[in-house]
């Protein structure tokens, strides 16, 4: 195709997608860059300068409930894709227009790897189906019109329904910024009566709860499903100060009556989260993102309550977004090969030489700064992968472990890691028949981790034992584990923790650490203080018997190989990047 004829052919497609109201978009992925066709004005309410050029700018525009799921599912789909086939995926998510309008979104594309050029590219078409919110309002209108706005919407037309309310308000000039809240209130418990009675008593409790709140509430507010087991109950024309009476009287209603099903009486809880209109309000996602906010705060301080929202929340919903924001860096960082090993000596209280290396875990900012752990470790945390960092690290200390049989390393096991059946078959297939590396690798494990199911951790310590491996109890001091279960976990090692360390000044916690090391001395138990930061700590401890020493008196964490001589060819980090374990 000729380059006049393909500028032909985009400029046609994008008329037909104008016409049909739709846009489509190519995504370069390695280089980060967006180019988009038809629409886009009717889809996300941008003119054609201002469509998004890059990944971080398109999320801006989708709503902040949606950008993990849509994320780690493109993530997902340009993964799989280098795998030789093409992967299609179809996202449902809301966009939020820079008019302030909501609306929801079809995407449905295709992930595609070139591997001539090693290159990556998505290709989606978005579109909006706006037929069945433009049923409801005006369903909605013809009640208004008769003075009466109390009506259950139902699946996803509900929340829209609500959106449209809310907006309608916002928009109008000038309001009474004394009036006007929104209720989300839910089911508690809901999958135990799905459980004890079936679903069919789950829907019929769902439906009754809604026929419920609107004979509570009648032709004061709407009512609308907005998700599974919530309901949102917009009040426009309340005063905001009757928000608390009206959560408490429908919290009343619901514990003195009974919902009846076919199957039998069933004793409905519910739970309310509220937020007031205020003068500062411009989104109706918003508002309603606050309320479920506030609901999920009620359902925290043990159900069956009402929780206004606050400003504190907000500096939560913040947190929530940093942490996806982190999460995400930390993926793309993987998928790239930037997640790298580090490597901190601990050494020997009285050889003073290397007893072994910890391994710890860096991310390579694009820019080439390293990042430490504490910077991301929480959102990978929460953001549940854990198991995917513990397995590159495994498998990365195994590898160093072959290659250089006269080092000993240690690694450690997250809490969900440490009871995952398919990480410890993956560590014994990587040790089967190599009984001389697994003796120079420590397993470390948190105390919190081995309390938290002290038999599964006991069978799994003895798994590595048979292997092998030694254990380390990591952080040893800062939980609940007794010191008579320090022998039921058949320990090698114990690392005390070291905010003990690093307040050695104060009289209990020398005497902890002296209590500690004449106990493990007497079970044949080697100890490490952590976190040494002065030689002058490290010294006390080496008086008081320690046996290991580790912290910034003696080494600072490093990606290179610091038991090589600073010439050696292999000094700097060779190994399978984080990239290639990942498709492994």
Not at 52 to 79: C, H, M, W, Y
Not at 127 to 153: N, T, W
Not at 394 to 418: G, M
Not at 465 to 486: H, N, Y
Request: hydrophobic share 40%.
């Amino acid at each position: 195709m000729s380059q006049s004829t393909s500028d032909l052919w985009l400029r046609n497609l994008g008329l037909s997608l104008k016409a049909s109201h739709q846009a489509a978009y190519l995504w370069h992925v390695e280089a980060d860059r967006y180019e988009f066709l038809g629409d886009t004005l009717g889809i996300l309410g941008l003119e054609e300068a201002q469509n998004p050029t890059r990944k971080e700018e398109f999320a801006r525009l989708v709503n902040p409930q949606d950008i993990g799921n849509r994320q780690l599912a493109l993530a997902d789909a340009v993964s799989r894709c280098k795998g030789g086939a093409d992967i299609s995926f179809v996202l449902t998510y809301k966009i939020r227009r820079p008019d302030g309008k909501v609306s929801p979104l079809t995407e449905s594309g295709v992930a595609h790897y070139d591997f001539a050029e090693n290159k990556t590219t998505v290709q989606s078409l978005l579109s909006l189906d706006a037929a069945a919110v433009d049923r409801q309002m005006k369903a909605l209108r013809r009640r208004e019109g008769k003075d009466k706005i109390s009506y259950v919407f139902s699946g996803s037309n509900g929340r829209q329904a609500v959106e449209y309310q809310i907006e309608e308000y916002l928009v109008r000039q000038p309001r009474d910024t004394s009036r006007g809240f929104l209720l989300a209130i839910g089911i508690d418990r809901l999958s135990l009566i799905n459980e004890a009675y079936g679903s069919l008593a789950a829907d019929e409790v769902i439906a009754k709860t809604g026929a419920r709140l609107e004979k509570i509430v009648g032709d004061r507010a709407l009512i609308a499903r907005l998700s599974g087991d919530v309901f949102g109950v917009f009040f426009r024309n309340t005063s905001q100060g009757e928000m608390n009476d009206i959560a408490q009287n429908i919290l009343r209603m619901f514990f003195h009556q009974p919902i009846e099903t076919q199957e039998r009486l069933i004793h409905v809880v519910v739970s309310i989260g509220g937020v007031k209109l205020d003068d500062t309000m411009t989104k109706a996602s918003s508002l309603i993102s606050r309320a479920e906010m506030s609901l999920q705060e009620a359902k925290m301080q043990g159900r069956g309550c009402f929780v206004c929202y606050t400003e504190k929340m907000r500096e939560q919903v913040n947190t929530f977004r940093d942490t996806l924001s982190i999460g995400d860096d930390f993926l793309r960082g993987f998928r790239a090969g930037r997640v790298k090993m580090a490597f901190q000596a601990v050494m020997g209280s009285k050889s003073g030489e290397v007893s072994f290396y910890e391994c710890l875990i860096r991310l390579i900012d694009e820019d080439g700064t390293i990042i430490p752990a504490g910077k991301f470790i929480s959102a990978v945390e929460k953001m549940g992968l854990t198991r995917l960092v513990d397995s590159f690290c495994v498998q990365q200390a195994i590898q160093e472990l072959i290659n250089y049989p006269d080092i000993k390393l240690s690694v450690n096991v997250s809490n969900h890691t440490l009871t995952d059946a398919q990480w410890l078959r993956e560590v014994s297939n990587l040790l089967r028949d190599r009984s001389d590396v697994a003796e120079r690798l420590i397993v470390e494990i948190t105390e919190s981790a081995a309390m938290s199911d002290i038999a599964q951790t006991i069978r799994v310590i003895k798994t590595l034992e048979d292997l092998g491996c030694k254990i380390a109890l990591d952080d040893f001091g800062a939980g609940q584990t007794a010191f008579s279960q320090m022998k039921d976990l058949s320990l090698d090692i114990v690392k005390i923790d070291k905010s003990f360390i690093r307040n050695m000044d104060k009289d209990e916690n020398m005497l902890f650490i002296n209590t500690l090391q004449s106990l493990a001395s007497g079970m044949h138990l080697e100890t490490v203080g952590e976190g040494a930061e002065t030689i002058a700590e490290a010294e006390i401890l080496m008086r008081g018997g320690i046996d290991h020493i580790q912290g910034f008196a003696y080494s600072l964490p490093s990606i290179e190989r610091i038991w090589l001589p600073e010439s050696h060819i292999n000094r700097h980090s060779d190994s399978k990047s984080s990239a290639e374990v990942y498709v492994a």
